[in-house]
């Protein structure tokens, strides 16, 4: 994992750390749908993993003490925050629509509805917060970046710049692709009431996000397709709040991180 950070001094500074994950290590968790739910934890400890690393080196002192180490505490905190927002998503709808009192389909198409409603009123709202603009930039560089070396384009500012900020496999089309999955999950599964219904709308998140993730690989692999391009399209409208221009130096950033990445995965490969 390559982790590229613009210190408040505008030094750029790498971490680089080997990863191992457990779909690598036991065969049985490499299947299809499987790695999907394995990878969500590991995606989830690696992401805040990197933000604590992140946030660190932007607070590091003037002197060049040594940033923060990030603890099990902090990750334990800020996955059951994580996970806390997450499960809102699905249990607020669920209990909207219930106190609606439909029932059968329309009730999961419904919640459905008012799942995607509450997800675009928090989009809106993190897009107009005026300290998390600089994130959505670096996340439109980040786009940037990967669109130009799938591209096969040179990696440089001026040639980087040119291309889209908005990529169909970004985590905004993921979440799109998980209410399209839940509403048929939602739709097959038996009503043993109210008790029942809320739990499995929690405990099957895991399975829902196995389901997406392998649709998510799919839509790479047949980015072509009428159909994988219908399926995206939702996400890749919203990327639009979820993504801004970046500057030339957060390219800057977003490039090294690319570059270095793919020149440890040749060196990788070269050696196997």
């Keep these: 994992m390559v982790l590229c950070v613009r210190k408040p ?46 946030a660190n080196a932007a607070i590091e002192n003037e002197e060049g003490g040594e940033s923060e180490k990030f603890t099990w505490k902090e990750f334990a905190v800020a996955i059951v925050l994580a996970v806390g927002v997450a499960s809102l998503f699905f249990v607020v709808p669920f209990l909207l629509v219930t106190w609606l009192g439909l029932t059968g389909v329309v009730f999961n198409v419904v919640e459905a509805v008012i799942r995607l409603a509450l997800f675009l009123a928090y989009l809106v709202v993190i897009a107009s917060w005026g300290e998390f603009s600089r994130v959505l930039q670096y996340h439109g560089a980040e786009h940037k970046a990967i669109n130009a070396l799938e591209a096969g ?23 799109f692709i998980i209410v399209i999955v839940s509403i048929v999950l939602f739709s097959i599964m038996p009503d043993f009431g109210f008790a029942v219904r809320l739990a499995y709308r929690i405990l099957l998140i895991p399975v829902i996000a196995g389901v997406s993730y392998e649709l998510l690989r799919l839509s790479g692999k047949y980015k072509d397709s009428s159909i994988t391009k219908a399926l995206i399209f939702p996400g890749i409208t919203f990327q639009r709040l979820t993504t801004k221009e970046p500057s030339d130096d957060m390219l800057e950033v977003s490039i090294k991180a690319v570059c270095e990445a793919t020149r440890l995965f040749e060196t990788q490969q070269a050696s196997s």
Excluded: D, W
């Design 9 to 54: 001094n505008s030094e750029i500074i790498t971490n680089i750390e080997e990863i191992n994950p457990f779909a690598q290590k036991h065969r049985v968790l490499s299947v299809p749908f499987i790695r999907g739910i394995v990878a969500l934890p590991e995606t989830l400890y690696l992401g805040f993993k990197g933000l604590f690393f992140s």
């Design 153 to 175: 384009a040179p990696m440089n500012v001026e040639n980087v710049k040119r291309y889209s900020r908005l990529h169909p496999r970004c985590g905004t089309s993921f979440i």
